[in-house]
C-alpha cells in the first residue's frame, strides 16, 4: 500500500472526527441555548400571569402573607419560650445560629424559581468554552477553511 494513500486516508479520518465533534459540541450548545431561552420564556409567562391575576387581588395576598407572617412570629416567641424554660438561654442562641446557617445555605444554592443558577451558569461557560477551543484549533489549522473551501467551492 501506497504511504501517500495511507496518511491521506489517515488525514480524512481525522477529519471526519473533527467535523463529528465539532457537530456534537454544535448540538450541546444549541441545546444549552434552547434551554435558557424556555427558563426566560416561563419566567416571562409567570410573571405576567402574576400580573393579570394578581393585581386586582394584591389587597387579598398581602393581607394572607401578614396573617402567615404574624403566626410564624407568634409561633417562634411561643418555641422560644418553651427552648428556654426547656434547655436554657444557650439552647436558644444555639438554634438562632442554626437557623441562620439554613437559611444562608438555602439562598446560596436557590433562586425564587428553585433552579441553581451558578451550576446553569458552568454548565453554558463549559459548553461554549470547549466550543471556542475545538474552533480555535480547527481554524488556527486551516480546517475550517479547508472546510469552506471543500463545502462551498473556491
Known sequence: MDPLIGS????ISGFSEAISLADDL????????DLGKKELA???AWRRKQVQVNG???????VDEYRRVR?????????KKQA???WGPSAWHEIELIEARQKDEYAKLYTEDGYDREKMFQLKVGCFGAAFIIVMI????G????????????
Request: proline fraction near 0%.
Open 8 to 11: 491521506i486516508k489517515q488525514g
Open 26 to 33: 454544535e448540538g450541546v450548545a444549541q441545546q444549552v441555548q
Open 42 to 44: 416561563a419566567r416571562r
Open 56 to 62: 386586582d387581588y394584591a389587597f387579598v395576598d398581602a
Open 71 to 79: 403566626e410564624a412570629l407568634d409561633m417562634k416567641a411561643e418555641l
Open 84 to 86: 428556654i424554660a426547656k
Open 138 to 141: 480547527l481554524w488556527g489549522t
Open 143 to 154: 480546517v475550517i477553511r479547508q472546510m469552506s473551501e471543500a463545502f462551498l467551492g473556491g
